[in-house]
């Protein structure tokens, strides 16, 4: 259950900030890499493709020039997530990037990858997998990837099904490399509690949708702030793949979000052709109730470390009355 120690060390929070389609971009990137956690984008948001070269440097300088100006700050890597589909058709050039620049840790989804392990692998990098069941997590593992994304209930965007508590109990009876859960982690609280249950890191992405450096609509933002868990909708209608949306967000594009018809997963479009129903229809996981207003980056994570430290006194602390001594 270690991490990397280059990983490790390059931690300040045991949290990886989520690439969120449209959301995430070098500006929410960099914030959260100076935050000390892991920041994160999808290829496909650079776009035309050609930008994920600037992208990639953009990023590059920043944390360098910060690291530079403070050395004993704690800086973490970045990453890019790469979609693994046929609808995808950047995929090779999207990689070519990567490799090039020697991303440090790309994040596959969808299917397991394949050639392009080894030169990643060849270069340092690490590859993180987003899995949703075991069989998934068992490929991905023979793809002989770095570590396990498990995605479960609550998720924002695409999710699984599974319980977390049944979903890492099961990944551990076979599985001692790093884990990182996912599912409507939006407190520091919730960090701590994946932890307890042998997750590694968190994966955190609706919690930063509603900060300053998030490339999201201020009415999105708005609309996470003044949402609960009732206003989560799980559907695949979207994109043919099952996920969580805000149902006011649905509801304002003229759909009834209690009678979405079924869709087919194999018809899935990734390409900025088909970015439309990302940019009407807003994904977030089931915390987003936890989340009471727009702030910069550096407070959310500034909060997320505070509210870690009070869960990890309260459970550590004297014992309260009426619990073993």
């Given at each position: 259950m270690a991490l990397p120690d280059r990983l490790k060390k390059s931690l300040a929070f045991p949290a990886i900030g989520s690439p969120m389609f449209i959301v995430s971009t070098p500006d929410l990137v960099v914030a959260q890499c100076l935050g000390g956690i892991v920041g994160s984008f999808p290829a496909l948001n650079a776009r035309p493709a050609g930008q994920l070269d600037a992208w990639i440097e953009r990023i590059k300088t920043a944390l360098a020039r910060a690291k530079a100006e403070d050395p004993s700050r704690v800086i973490a890597p970045f990453a890019v997530n790469?979609?693994?589909?046929?609808?995808?058709?950047?995929?090779?050039?999207?990689?070519e990037s990567c490799i090039r620049h020697e991303v440090p840790i790309i994040i596959t989804s969808l299917r397991a990858p394949g050639e392009e392990v080894k030169a990643i692998h060849a270069y340092g990098g690490l590859i993180f997998h987003?899995?949703?069941?075991?069989?998934?997590?068992?490929?991905?593992?023979e793809?002989?990837?770095?570590g396990l994304i498990l995605v479960c209930a609550g998720a924002g965007g695409h999710a699984?099904?599974?319980?977390?508590?049944?979903?890492v109990s099961e990944i551990r009876r076979f599985y001692d490399g790093p884990v990182i859960l996912s599912g409507a982690m939006t407190s520091g609280a919730a960090v701590l509690a994946a932890q307890a249950m042998g997750a590694d890191l968190a994966y955190m992405g609706t919690r930063f949708i509603a900060t300053t450096e998030a490339n999201a609509a201020e009415n999105y933002k708005r609309m996470v702030v003044e949402s609960s868990v009732a206003d989560v909708v799980y559907t695949p209608f979207f994109t043919g793949v099952p996920g969580n949306y805000l149902k006011p967000s649905i509801l304002a594009a003229g759909l009834d979000a209690d009678a979405l018809p079924e869709a087919d997963k194999d018809q899935m479009q990734f390409s900025s052709n088909h970015a439309k129903p990302?940019?009407?229809?807003?994904?977030?996981?089931?915390?987003?109730?936890?989340?009471?207003?727009?702030l910069p980056t550096a407070e959310v994570i500034a909060r997320l470390k505070t509210e870690y430290a009070q869960a990890r006194d309260h459970l550590c602390g004297p014992s309260r009355e009426g619990w073993p001594q």
């Open positions: 790469q979609i693994i589909h046929a609808s995808n058709d950047r995929l090779l050039l999207d990689l987003d899995v949703t069941t075991i069989r998934h997590a068992k490929k991905a593992l793809a002989e990837v770095d699984g099904t599974l319980s977390p508590f049944a979903f990302w940019k009407d229809i807003w994904g977030a996981g089931q915390g987003v109730g936890n989340i009471d207003a727009v």
